[in-house]
């Protein structure tokens, strides 16, 4: 596939949500029931975002969260099924990983359901010891929320 005339950006305002949720649909499994709305919370809160696009055709996504020295973790990799085994993918992750907010990161996580290789290659590693996982379905009684724990610590809730 000549891939001359696709193109990165960094510029998650030119994201069309309606193509992102199209791109999930046919190649994300993990990702065909998003919302507009909750995607757009996802974008807003992500920083590096990055789409590939041919043409004005959203074709590949990923976005980072990240403290940007300690710890990061990259999100909803996916590249239209048409256009992968061309190195777009690769090329993909390594911008999210070249990034400003990233590139001194002590750790980088992502997760994966049958993508290891393909991680592998671009030097992640298979890690068995961050496996805890917290399902937060429905708020627990248990949590302080935020407004409670600044009362209690002293501090003047605004």
């Known amino acids: ?7 990165f950006c960094l510029d998650k305002s030119k994201i069309n949500v309606a193509q992102l949720q199209e791109l999930f649909k046919i190649g994300a499994f993990w990702a065909k029931e998003r919302t507009r709305e909750d995607l757009e919370i996802a974008i807003a809160n ?8 041919d043409q004005k055709m959203l074709v590949g996504f990923a976005r980072a969260t990240s403290d940007c020295i300690y710890r990061a973790t990259i999100w909803d990799v996916v590249v239209n099924p048409e256009y992968r085994g061309a190195g777009i993918g690769g ?3 390594e911008t999210v990983l070249a990034h400003p907010r990233l590139n001194r990161v002590e ?3 992502l997760m994966t359901t049958n993508k290891q290789k393909f991680y592998e290659r671009i030097g992640f590693e298979q890690n068995e010891t961050t496996t805890m ?8 009684p248990t949590l302080a929320s935020p407004e409670r724990v600044l009362v209690e610590s002293n501090t003047v809730a605004v």
């Open 1 to 7: 596939m000549d891939c001359s005339h696709i193109q």
């Open 46 to 53: 992500s920083d590096p975002v990055v789409s590939v696009w």
């Open 91 to 93: 090329k993909l992750v």
């Open 107 to 109: 750790r980088v996580y």
């Open 133 to 140: 996982i917290l399902y937060n379905s429905s708020p627990s």
